[in-house]
């Protein structure tokens, strides 16, 4: 059966669709993306181990910054110093550390497919403004994210020298495969992520939340507040991580200042060219006193006929007992309409003795 929304999508160039088609769509984006992760996951799996295109394997190159370091600060597990490996611990050790590698390797290769797939399903809902403003703040992202990841692979191994060297006099360091793949994974991630912290400021002050006067007098408290944020984000809880960390968030959160006073003198131009700025908030817009057209008047047709009332049927007097014994509550009521007093209705006798049995 084919879902109803797909022709009426074609149909409807602005993106309108009710409810029923809206969570039609977003079923079947979603379950595009999880494909798509699932075979990029299958792949990394398989690239852990397996070199492709003259690339070395996934697992060499994340091992990479923890071969580098001399021989001396990595533990000897084997009978050759000089070959690099890790230790694992329990059976599965291998299986779950090859397969969180390949998970978190396929998210990452499968990005293009879902943010394609987020693109298309909240498109429709932007203006044309808003979907150039939209693409420009996702390609600005892929890069930051990039550089973030590139930034925290460079530092892995300043940061496991300095980690492993201290006390090295006194013992040695051998890291499992579990534990230095969850930092190395970690640390990319997280350097990824905040590298988005100053795009966020960008796009806040783009929606008129911040201004630039706002970020220039908060300038020192923000510095000061990334590097707690690095101090507490970065998993290592090595310095040489967390001050490149936060360095490099304070330069690109001056870059971010920088580019929110541009946009602030630009959105001032523009105002003092329309006008805006030279009018009073205080002062009442002036009303509109241009007449409106009156139409004449409408015809209500003449009088209508009004039928004679209807006669009121003369009062049948009550003859029984009760009406030829007096009445102690004073002479009958009259009717009002000179057909003579109407006698009240009888009381209610009690029921006899024969009666009830």
Known sequence: MKAPFRRKRRLNPD?????????????????????AIVVTTVFGYIW?????????????????PYCSLPASSRASLTADPNTCTLLGTTPFD????????????????ACPVWLYQLWGFITPGLLKKERRYALGFVSVAAVLFVAGAVLAYLIIPQALGFLLTIGSEIQTTALTGTSYFSL???????????????????????????????????????????????????????????????????????????????????????????????????EPSPLDVTPSRIDGPSDVGGPSEVSAPAPVPAAVPVI?????????????????????PVA??????????????
């Open 184 to 282: 190395v994974v970690n640390l990319i991630v997280i350097f990824g992520v905040s590298f988005l912290i100053p795009l966020l400021v960008v796009a806040l002050n783009a929606a008129g939340v911040v201004s630039y006067e706002l970020l220039r007098r908060s300038r020192r408290g923000l510095v000061f507040g990334l590097f707690c944020f690095a101090a507490i984000a970065t998993p290592g809880q090595d310095p040489i991580s967390m001050l490149a960390l936060a360095f490099a968030l304070t330069l690109l959160f001056e870059a971010a200042i920088q580019v929110c006073r541009i946009t602030d003198r630009r959105r001032a131009r523009r105002r003092a060219a329309e006008g805006w700025d030279s009018l009073d908030p205080d």
């Open 320 to 340: 029984g007992r009760a009406a030829d014994r007096p009445s102690s509550a004073g002479p009958p009521a009259s009717t009002g309409n000179g057909a003579g």
């Open 48 to 64: 852990f181990e397996v070199a492709f295109f003259g690339l070395p394997s996934l697992g060499e190159l994340l091992k990479e």
């Open 94 to 109: 291998q299986f779950m550390l090859r397969l969180k590698v390949g998970a978190t390797a396929g998210v990452i290769l």
């Open 344 to 357: 009240p209705a009888p009381p209610a006798e009690p029921p006899r003795y024969d009666d009830i049995t």
């Open 15 to 35: 993106g309108t669709m009710t409810l029923i088609e809206h969570l039609y769509e977003l079923r079947n984006r979603l379950g595009i993306s999880i494909v």
